[in-house]
């Protein structure tokens, strides 16, 4: 049997892995605005934590990290009307931010870091 569109309908979520919930809550709350969905105890002691951004449908999942993975891209591109006031939200928030990037014809983005060290990017939607 092969997946077709009536066997997957879409993406829920994207789960992002971190060492500290409460740390990766109030970052992705404070430092990005993301609104909290849900916020339950799981039976292993954790929690299942659900975010979005903005009126946006895609949810993130803050999972506890599985012990000496290693973190990096994740893949993940974050939008924004403004870029420049994005980063420097995220500046003030003293979050590991790189510069903007700005090349002819392509929106302005840039890389950034949550404190468990994933990378993700916000791309300036024109």
């Known amino acids: 049997m092969t997946a077709t569109a009536a066997h997957i ?20 709350t404070d430092a990005l ?3 909290v969905l849900r916020d339950h105890p799981t039976p292993n002691g954790g929690r299942w934590i659900e975010l979005a951004a903005g009126s946006d449908d895609a949810i993130v999942t803050l999972e506890p ?13 974050f ?7 994005a980063h420097a939200a995220l500046l003030a928030a003293a979050a590991d931010t790189d510069d903007i990037l700005r090349w002819p014809g ?13 990378t993700f990017s ?5």
Do not use: C, H, K, W
């Not at 789960?15 to 809550?25: F, G, H, N, T, Y």
């Not at 990290?65 to 591109?77: H, L, S």
């Not at 939008?79 to 006031?85: F, G, I, N, Q, V």
């Open 106 to 118: 392509v929106p302005a983005m840039f890389a950034f870091r949550d404190p468990d060290g994933n």
């Open 9 to 28: 309908t879409g993406i829920r979520t994207v789960s992002i892995p971190v060492d500290d919930q409460d740390a990766a809550l109030a970052f992705y």
């Open 65 to 77: 990290a599985v012990p000496g993975v290693t973190r990096g891209p994740i893949g993940i591109r």
């Open 122 to 126: 916000i791309t300036e939607i024109a």
């Open 33 to 35: 605005g993301f609104r």
């Open 79 to 85: 939008s924004t009307d403004d870029a420049e006031a």
